[in-house]
Structure formats: C-alpha cells, structure tokens
C-alpha cells in the first residue's frame, strides 16, 4: 500500500470567525422578533385603518343617508334574486332568505323615510 500524503494543515476556523457571536445572535434574534412578533401598537392602527376605509360624514343629512340606505338595500335585493335564480335546493333557500332579511331592512327604510317626510311637511 502506498503511504499516504500528508494532508496540509488546515486552519479549522470558519471563515467567519470574525464576526462577533453575540452579535450575530442579537441581529437574528431582532429580525425573528420582527417576522414572529411584530409590534402591537403597529397592528392597532393598520386594523383601525381598515376599519375606516369607509366612513360617513359625522353631519351628514339624515334624510340623504336614509335614502342611500334604501338604494344599497334595494341593490342588495336585486343582486339576491338574480343569485337565487341561478341556485338550487339548499343554497337558493339561503339566497331567498337572505333576500326577505334584505326585503326586511329595506320595509324599515321606507318607514324611516316616511317619518322623515311626515316630520318636515308642515301641519296644517
């Protein structure tokens, strides 16, 4: 058997020996903190955020939102229908009910309307 070569000495540090440990921990352990545990106060206001994507003027007139309501409600309503057409069994029977709660809001809304028109009109 030939002898086998000597291997050369070999220096059996990482190529990154320097570079302090403690802070290649801190920097991991910053950036897991910022992937795993994200700031609170961040999340409270990105999802106050979101629920202010829509909002309605605090002075808005309530005759002018009564009647809104009454055309989204009504929208809803035909949406509903032309759902519940395309259905069968079970999920046209949710459609439809769904469709008489729209109905429902939408017999408040005339209702509201029609105390807001009997408030303004003068009495004789």
């Known amino acids: 058997m030939p002898p086998q070569p000597e291997l050369p000495e070999t220096n059996l540090r990482s190529p990154y020996s320097y570079l302090d440990p403690r802070k290649l921990h801190e920097a991991a352990k ?4 910022h992937y795993l545990e994200p700031d609170i106060t961040s ?8 629920m202010k994507m829509f909002t309605v003027a605090p002075d808005a007139n309530p005759e002018a939102l009564t009647i809104q309501t009454y055309e ?5 309503n035909i949406l509903l229908l032309d759902l519940a057409e395309s259905l069968d069994d079970k999920p046209r029977h949710l459609a439809m009910l ?8 939408l017999m408040l809304v005339e209702r509201s309307l029609d105390n807001e028109q009997a408030i303004k ?4």
Do not use: H, M, N
Not at 121 to 124: D, G, M, W
């Open 98 to 105: 769904i469709y008489q709660l729209s109905e429902l809001g």
């Open 72 to 76: 989204t409600f009504s929208s809803v």
């Open 43 to 50: 999340l409270r206001s990105s999802r106050d955020r979101a």
């Open 121 to 124: 009109r003068p009495e004789l």
């Open 30 to 33: 910053k950036a897991l903190d």
